[in-house]
């Protein structure tokens, strides 16, 4: 769970999820800042054609770039793969670049990758992408590709992680109804219900309430 006020910035900084997840992430970060049309390479591996992306915005034609190592980079191996990428506007005929990266770059690095981009140029920093991310809108962003969510302190992730493993639980009860399985039930003590309980998955408790005669099953946590 986050515990400090600034998660997003550390887990972003400190990448460890590889390529295809951040190219995924880079695709939310420019969806969400107005670009559309999104057309994306190959985020789990081939050949690119130096893009990870083709998309639009203000009638314009864009490539994308993430760039997602893990821990910040010397300014120089940062410059040349914006470098690498940056050929990508001329290689595929298009009018910018939006250059996705989990860096810290100074005011001055920024003007200076601007002054070599050859074309249009979007640079989402890690500060950048640390303000976009933590929109109370991308709550499901945050949890999806960083495993928290910055507003509730985790919660957010917890409860979807308890809603799927409901939707786990609400087939297995219907299973069982189909099956009218019996064994391992335990009779409630003055009532008319079976019990059967269910522990230790991902710390949820839960219970199935069985009518005597087997026709209705339901969860009870």
């Known amino acids: 769970m986050a515990t400090r006020w600034d998660e997003t910035w550390h887990r972003l900084l400190m990448w460890t999820s590889g390529q295809g997840a ?5 695709a939310q970060v420019v969806l969400s800042e107005g670009y559309g049309r999104f057309d994306p390479s190959h985020p789990l591996g081939g050949p690119d054609d130096k893009k990870d992306a083709v998309m639009r915005r203000d009638g314009m034609t864009w490539i994308m770039a993430a760039y997602f190592p893990r821990g910040q980079q ?7 793969k914006f470098e690498l990428d940056a050929a ?7 009018d910018g670049i939006a250059f996705v990266c989990n860096q810290e770059l100074s005011p001055a690095q920024r003007a200076d990758l601007l002054a ?11 500060e950048r992408i ?5 929109r109370p809108e991308m709550r499901a962003i945050r949890a999806q590709f960083l495993g928290f969510d910055s507003n509730d302190n985790g919660q957010a992730e917890l409860a979807l992680r308890r809603q799927l493993i409901r939707e ?7 299973a069982i109804e189909w099956l009218a399985v019996k ?9 008319k219900f079976f019990i059967l309980e269910v522990h230790g998955i991902e710390g949820i ?9 087997g026709v209705h099953v339901e969860l009870v946590t």
């Open 130 to 134: 640390v303000a976009i991310l933590d």
């Open 74 to 80: 010397a300014y120089k191996t940062i410059k040349r």
């Open 88 to 94: 990508g506007i001329v290689a595929n005929g298009v």
């Open 168 to 174: 786990r639980i609400d087939l297995f009860a219907g």
């Open 183 to 191: 064994p391992k039930w335990r009779r409630n003590k003055d009532s």
């Open 205 to 213: 408790y839960a219970q199935f309430m069985r009518e005597v005669d």
């Open 116 to 126: 070599t981009a050859g074309g249009e140029c979007d640079i989402y920093h890690l």
């Open 22 to 26: 951040s190219e995924r992430l880079a």
